[in-house]
């Protein structure tokens, strides 16, 4: 940690900042989409998909601008204000600043990441022995950043809201650029010192001996570098599931009161409208200290931070005593851990599919059944859509609504909702459309306004949750009072009050005794914890491998291929795939990525011998 160039300080802290803000947002990205917006999770995970992979694509742009135009300390100041301001965008309600906030921070990653990690090997000359230790300091900033990140957004979001935890990362982002530009003039002098040490023509002349590998040697190194990335590919696939569907069954499967060892029963609302405008909005939360779901997110950088070291020791060790796994080797030993962790979190799925019932004499109309008994509503383009992910039936024989697995809270309310009388869904939309035109200033102006929701004859409500402070019940005239915006998750609260009263007490039944099946968050560790190991068995080495095996005049294209297939095309694949969570069972999901990991490794034990001979003594 010491006796090295103040700039590396600057880039340390500048860089942990810049990845607190990217991990803490992207730790709240899919819970905000799925249950801030209510957006269903395929199209939630689309998303996803399109802006993990662009973050991983416009890198390559950024380092070419920087090299031909802004220079790399600039290209960083540029890219640090892009992400700032896309995290503050994130911090506003309307959806057009939620998309432009997204654009923002795919075009500052662009800048910023590729230019800030080439100013650490410019601080160094190329034999300097301190220079393997600058990029491993360098990479501890990084995963201390992934750490904090996720536990200070989610915090905010616990305590304030989404909106908090996303400027949040504003102001983390804001923190690492006042930095770098206060410690800006010290890292442009050092890195002008190692230039006139002739560092540049130190490296010519390696590289010219580097040269004089033959061709044949070098067609085999490129062969064995693009297997390689294919192979991680599916590694990172797998891996990258924690954003998405691991961060939402934390959510909705796991038992986040910590001090609990068994689950709390969630309760369902009961009281008219006139207690739901006065009872407290914790109402439907179980006493208890709970955990937010995005705190999982810092498990996997925790694990990092810790093994790491661990783990540097042991391949030293090991090479000591000339035992040390060849790079290939490694990465093998990494794909089958990452088998290894989806069998944990398949157990863990098991655990949760316990059976819970309730009786029901028949179904509303709105709701259907396939061949297999599963419950499915169609939506207004005519697609089906399954409750509790394929898991929710309906016996008729035995006249039994049965769940298997916990009944997540959208799938309740949205099951509830579809069955509310169409008099009381138009009262809904238009108390919506109301408040959006007065909120434009349609209709009497935007200050000081208030619209009237008339409950239609014969519609009977029983409430699902207390009403928000912009909601008023007047009981007099049998209307509702909305004062501002009214959030999506509110308009779901209030169709499903409208429910068909049998159906709902067979819901409410399902819904409280399903969520007894939600699982120890001890599963989530030791799932993190494996996923880790396998992550230091070929994350590091890998990096190391390009810059091995790369011809010298294309590392840096061959180092762009490595975070473009390792990082962009494994992203967007797996919160693509992401998209069928809740289209089949926890189970059937996990087993696909398990199934594909082993086949994966045993794939690579049977190839490695062949991609060793072809590095041609690069271990």
Known sequence: MFGHPRGLYVLFMTEMWERMSFYGMKALLILYMVNYLLWKQEDASHVMALYAGLVYVTPILGGILADKVFGARWAVVIGAVLIAIGHFLLAFEPLPFFYSGLGFLIAGVGFLKPNISTQVGSLYTADDHRRDAAFTIFYMGINLGAFIGPLICETLRVKYGFHYGFGAAGVGMTLGLIIYIAGMGSVERRTKEIAALGTRKAEESSETRVNHVSPEVVRDRIAVLVVICLFAIVFWMAFEQAAN???????????????QANPPEMPVFEGDMVAADEASPDALEPDGFKLGPAYTQAINPMFIILLAPVF??????????????????????????????????????????IST?????????????????RLFTVDEKGKQELYGATRLTWDPNNHVLRMRGVLTDLDYLRLLGETSPPAWREAVENLEKSIKERKSGIGGGAEGWSVECPIPEGVQLQPVAPLPDKLHWNADARSLAAGDDMAEVTKLQLLAAGADPAFRKAVDSVFRASSLAKVSIAWLIFFYLTCTMAELCLSPVGLSLVTKMAPPKYVGLFMGLWFLTTGGAAN?????????????????YFLIFGAVALVTGLVMVTVVKALKRRMHGIQ
């Open 245 to 259: 569907v691991m961060n939402l069954w934390a959510d909705k499967h796991t038992n986040l009161y910590v001090f």
């Open 312 to 353: 540097a020791w042991m391949w030293m060790w090991l090479d000591r005593k000339g035992k040390q796994p060849s790079t290939p080797v490694k990465m093998t030993i990494a794909m089958f851990g990452m088998a290894l962790a989806y069998c944990v979190i398949l157990l863990c799925a098991r655990t949760e599919n």
């Open 357 to 373: 019932s309730a009786s029901l004499d028949e179904l509303p109309s709105a709701i259907k059944i396939d061949a297999k008994n």
């Open 572 to 588: 967007y694949l797996a919160h693509f795939i992401g998209g069928y969570w809740g289209k089949m069972t926890p189970t059937q």
